[in-house]
């Protein structure tokens, strides 16, 4: 193959002596690899959870973008994330026994985003015009393509022309953005199947250079990393063929490309999951009990091998600034936010005081932010230094069960009497999940029917980071309990374990790459007797709360098990290895 046709994109290790090494300042042992600024590191996502940045995701999916972007700017590496900006975003309120949905429009112009020329891509027949615009940090950037008409995160259904317009769109438009600013990826890792047009465009770009069909195809498997976060292939959407002649077929230039892609349809129908498989050589799941079950199928029928690579978060975003400068001066991180070799035995600094001390910054943090949030009823919260709070936040989901503890109400009030506590939830209801709302309001129902527990429980609308951030460093007592197997990873456990909150969970998603004795761990055959195990454990947390030695002890079994799986910096340095290895 000569240059004239290894088209834009090229094989990056087939060229390592002329190759540019990037040398990171900090320590080129730990993070250097064969990444330029020009040559980065991309990562291409649908969603992005990044609201300094002025974009607004859905849940665990876009806080892994944002984390993963931020890491990679911390330990300077040369990385690219490749994103809509959706030119609209949901906000939630309650309001007289409901969830109302607000639509509001968000201006790039005010979160540092600068033009940067205009691509198209072609849709049913029309060239269909999208914006690039960028913010450039010191190692790291965020592209993304965008127009008024883009729609917002989600909208429509998954099979739906609308999202395969936003997904062909990031595909076909962000590639030529790249070209447009001179980048040439490295890797590309898709988060999700919906960003596998990205690859596509490169195998058709190979392709159509001039390269040979099969040769291509290896090229671009070979830099290709597909994440999943998806238990079940079955649960994904459909595109039809017509869907693709409308949306996907105008935009490829290769003949064989197109034919490669006509052949994969089956029925005339056709799942991302499928192709994506077919064009990333690696794979990854997202913690290592999620790798071992995910179950997907290649077009041959063989079950897909996922490597794991455990979610991790950017504790300094994530993490209480006191907290994150303890754990360097006791050198339980290093200047990575790695944990240190010795890490596990210099926890034991780490006493009662210090944590308590640590908590009454946080709950200044979570009343702030509580301030501008009134519970159900309108009330205005503003809670003591040392009362206990039990919170239970995250997306309104079914698989979370944010009923379980209202299982028993007159157990869950008699705990948080004995323990003079409150219990807060927060939780997106995804928009139209009309189940999940009435699940909402029932258990609201049930509250605010005892006037004790109306007293004691609260409901804050409009889940998003920042509420995330305060009550993670603002409560006491974490509670994840989704139905086992059925969670992919969860970070938000991980930002509590992170600011020193116990933690009670059922032993799933990232939770099971610990033991179950890091945590306060809920197991049982069945709902009811994971209530009464949940129950259980809410009490051991609020006596731990009381007795400073059991407090120091559990928290400190929590940080052994679990620092070197929340590390958002292990996380970069494990994706690294597998796709870089040195
Ligand atoms: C951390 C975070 C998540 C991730 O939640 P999980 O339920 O643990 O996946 C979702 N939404 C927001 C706003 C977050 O901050």
Redesign the pocket.
Known sequence: MNDENDGYFYHPLDNIEDAEVFETAIDRRVFNRKLSPDRPYTYWTLEL?DQENGIRGG??LG?LAADTRRVAEQVKVPFVLITPFYPSQTHQRWQDGEIIDDHISVDYHNYGFEKVGDVSVKCCGNDCKLEVIEKSFENTRIVAITEPNFGELYSGLSGSDHRLYQEVSLGFGGYQALKLLGLKPAIMQLNEVATFFAALVRLDELTSNGMDFYEAVVYTRKHTLYTNHTLVQAAEAEFSLQQFENFVFPNLKSRAVKKWLADKFADNKIKLSSVTIEIAELRSGVSKLHARVANYHDIAGERVKFKAITNGIDLRKWILPEIIKFYHEEEILDEFDLPTANFAGNLKALSSDLILGFKEIGRRILNEELSKRPDQNGKILKFEERELIFDFK??FVDY?RPQLPFKDPMRLKEILMKYNAHYIIAGRVHTGDSRMAKILTEILEVVNADDFLREHVHYIAD???K???ALSVGSNVAINVPIVGLEA?????E?DVGNLNLLISTHDGGVADGSTSDYLSVRGMGEDEEALELYRRMEEAGEAWRNGEKLSSLIQKQLSGFLPVISGARMLKDYLDYLLPE
């Open positions: 959870y849940g665990g806080v995250r997306r979370k889940y998003d980071e509420l995330a951030y990873c969860g970070t938000s456990w930002k």
